[in-house]
């Protein structure tokens, strides 16, 4: 049986580029359930501590969402394993996924694995995500998809690295979804448009209606405008500062 969290995991002193990377880290999960996209305590997100590529940042499992904070997060080795001897394990399935995704992907620096309904009701289906939205469209050639399996053996491991090698998004059918980036709020995201895209689709075809759907060449263009566009940013660095800024308002323990 899973261990119950009586008191939260506090680290000791850290570096200035680990704090960093705490804060954000914090932050992130915090703006996963102010926008209703927790579950619980489950779910994970993993971040790699700015100037130590090879240490880890995880959650102890059994903390929600909303209570977790910079010192409550667990930094690990390479194989997920705690290193502070005083630091509880992270859950198997946090170990082994910073494990695969940080390994396969020295660009990547964060991950999010979530179960928010829409995207498992989409991830779901045959056809999957749809160019219905705009937010589809921006996401669609980053994505690709899982089977689901409930123990994650060494065969599974070695498909889900090959998966994270080629892809941003992985959509698990009939399970979640797990998002990488460069940064937090890369990560937040594609993370945020993803659930939005898939909201958009469930709805679309809860009316009964035969969908509009955009044609793949258009797609391609509009794809290729996005990227070029100097007026937007697809990394999430246009919103991230007023996240944080509302964070500060709503729930400055964060950072503590």
Known sequence: MAAIVETPYAAPSCSEAEWRTRREQAALYRLLD?????????????????????????????????EITASSLIKTDRQGAP????????????????????????????FIHGHCQDVMAVGSTKQGLQAVSQPAVYLMHLLTYVDYEFFEDDEYA???????????????????????G???PEAFFRAYYLRQACSVQVKVYAM???????????????????????HYNYDGSTEWAALLRKLEREQPDYRT
């Not at 619980?40 to 903390?63: F, I, M, S, T």
């Not at 290193?83 to 964060?110: C, E, H, Q, S, Y």
């Not at 090698?165 to 009939?174: E, G, K, L, P």
């Open 34 to 66: 102010r926008y209703g996209m927790s579950d619980l305590a489950n779910q994970v997100v993993g971040a790699r501590v700015k100037d130590e590529p090879d240490r880890y940042l995880l959650h102890q499992y059994g903390l929600l969402y909303e």
């Open 158 to 180: 070695e498909k889900f690295e090959a998966l994270a090698a080629a892809h941003d998004v992985i959509v698990t059918r009939n399970h979640g979804y797990y998002v990488f």
């Open 208 to 230: 009964g209606k035969e969908p509009h759907i955009i044609d793949p060449q258009e797609v391609a263009r509009f794809q290729d405008q996005m990227y070029a566009s100097e």
């Open 182 to 184: 460069t940064s937090a």
């Open 83 to 110: 290193l502070d001897p005083a630091a509880p394990m992270p859950v198997d399935g946090a170990r082994n996924l910073a494990k695969w995704i940080f390994g396969t992907r020295p660009d990547v620096n964060v």
